[in-house]
C-alpha cells in the first residue's frame, strides 16, 4: 500500500469489487432510472431503481425464484434463458408501475457478448422499456435457450457425460432439447398474466415441433392401393374379353334377322 501523503484509501465498496463509483456518479447524474442486473451462478435479479437525495427506490423488481414458484419455470434459474424471462418480468412490472425508459448498469461485469447481462437487457426491451443499446450483444438463439438444446442432441450418444453435465435438468424432469419448448410456455404464460396476447406463431411452431416429433416416432408402413369399384375382380384382360364377344353377337344378330326377313319377303 502506498505511504504518500497524498495517497487516498478506496471505498470499502470498491475495494471489495462491488461499486464503480465513477460509473454510479454518471448515471445518477443522468437522473434516469437505472436497469441493474446482478447474477450468480444459481440465480438471477434484476431492479429498476432511482436515486433519490434520501436513497435509492426501486421502482421494480424481479428474482428468478419466482419463475419458479408462479410461473412453472423448471429448468436451472441461473442460465441465460432464466436471465431473459426475468427481466421480461421486471420490464413488465416496471412498464405497469409507469416507468417507460432506463438505463442499464451492470457494475463491475465484463461486458460480454450474450451474456445473461443481456439477455435481461433482452427481455427489458421486449416487455417494452426504452433502454439505449447495441444489438451486437444480443444473441437471441441463447435467450431462447436454442444452444442448451443443440448441446444437449451432442451428448445424448454420451449417456455418462449427458447425465453429468445435465443432472440438474434431469432432477427436474426436463430434458435439455425440449427447453426451447419450455421456455416460449414459461414466457408466454408471464405475457399472459399481465394481460398481453401471445402471438399465434409461438403456438404454431410449437405445435409443428409437436407433429414432427410425432412423425419420427411412428413407424412408416405401406398400404395396398385400394382396388377401383368400376373395375370387376376379373381385371382389365376379362374386361377386353368381355367386350370383344359382345361386339361379336351383336354384329351376327343383326346378320340372321336381315336374312330371315329377306326370304319371308
Known amino acids: 500500500m502506498a505511504r504518500g501523503s497524498n495517497y487516498c484509501v478506496p471505498m470499502r465498496r470498491r475495494r471489495e469489487g462491488k461499486t464503480d463509483y465513477h460509473a454510479r456518479k454518471a448515471l445518477v447524474i443522468s437522473r434516469k432510472p437505472r436497469l441493474v442486473a446482478r ?12 436515486a433519490k437525495p434520501h436513497g435509492d427506490e426501486v421502482l421494480a423488481a424481479a428474482h428468478s425464484r419466482e419463475l419458479t414458484k408462479k410461473y412453472g419455470w423448471k429448468a436451472p434459474t441461473g442460465n441465460v434463458p432464466a436471465a431473459y424471462l426475468t427481466g421480461l418480468l421486471c420490464g413488465l412490472k416496471a412498464k405497469a408501475n409507469g416507468v417507460s425508459g432506463a438505463i442499464l448498469d451492470i457494475g463491475l461485469i465484463s461486458p460480454t457478448k450474450g451474456s ?11 416487455a417494452g422499456i426504452d433502454v439505449p443499446h447495441g444489438e451486437e450483444k444480443i444473441v437471441k438463439d441463447r435467450t431462447s435457450g436454442d444452444h442448451i438444446a443443440k448441446y444437449g442432441k451432442s451428448l445424448a450418444s454420451d449417456s455418462e457425460s449427458y447425465s453429468a453435465k445435465f ?5 427436474k424432469e426436463i ?5 426451447p419448448e419450455h421456455f416460449a410456455k414459461v414466457k408466454a404464460d408471464i405475457l399472459s398474466a399481465f394481460g398481453i396476447a401471445v402471438k399465434p406463431e409461438a403456438k404454431v411452431e410449437a405445435k409443428e415441433e409437436s407433429k414432427a416429433e410425432a412423425k419420427k416416432a411412428k413407424p412408416k408402413t405401406k398400404t395396398a392401393e385400394p382396388a377401383n369399384p368400376a373395375e370387376p375382380a376379373g381385371g382389365k384382360a376379362e374386361v377386353k374379353e368381355a367386350g370383344a364377344k359382345a361386339k361379336g353377337s351383336g354384329k351376327t344378330g343383326a346378320k340372321t334377322d336381315a336374312e330371315s326377313g329377306g326370304k319371308k319377303a
Open 175 to 179: 430434458a435439455p432439447e425440449k427447453v
Open 39 to 50: 447474477s450468480s451462478l444459481k440465480n438471477v435479479a434484476v431492479q429498476i431503481i432511482v
Open 167 to 171: 443432472s440438474k435438468y434431469l432432477e
Open 116 to 126: 445473461r447481462v443481456f439477455a435481461v437487457l433482452s427481455g427489458v426491451l421486449d
